[in-house]
């Protein structure tokens, strides 16, 4: 499935659309170059999702989470400055990942074969016009 981002004005219709096409997965990861939008996608998400907490980069504290109107939370990882991917499970990575809760995880590859395989795999690319192509 693939969705494009025309620009900013765009990008909470493709969130919303998005949200409609992932069915019951709730582990996402987001995988795409430096600079590309994971984060701004996210936020468009949580927006999309009700989500009134400030939704930044959790580059520095790892994991940041978002309340949800209906009282569940979202969790954000940002796996960039690990080190080590045992760093993940350090700070109780399972027990998020199992909460039931909607993970949206960027740099999934930081952590190598930490995910589960039920991880809604997601890739962003920068086309020349600067659209983004979302697909999973």
């Not at 795409?32 to 998400?45: L, R």
Request: contains cysteine; glycine residues 6%.
């Amino acid at each position: 499935m693939e969705f494009i981002i025309k620009d900013l004005n765009s990008i909470n219709a493709v969130a919303k659309d998005f949200l409609s096409k992932i069915g019951d997965n709730k582990i996402i990861s987001f995988n795409a170059e430096m600079g590309a939008g994971k984060t701004t996608f996210i936020k468009a998400i949580c927006n999309v999702l009700g989500v009134t907490d400030v939704a930044t980069s959790p580059t520095f504290s790892i994991v940041n989470e978002y309340n949800m109107p209906n009282g569940n939370l979202i969790y954000h990882f940002d796996f960039y400055r690990l080190e080590e991917p045992e760093e993940a499970l350090d700070f109780g990575l399972y027990e998020y990942l199992d909460s039931g809760n909607l993970c949206f995880i960027e740099w999934p590859e930081m952590i190598g074969n930490l995910l589960p395989n039920n991880v809604l795999e997601v890739s962003i690319k920068v086309k020349e016009n600067q659209e983004r192509v979302i697909s999973f």
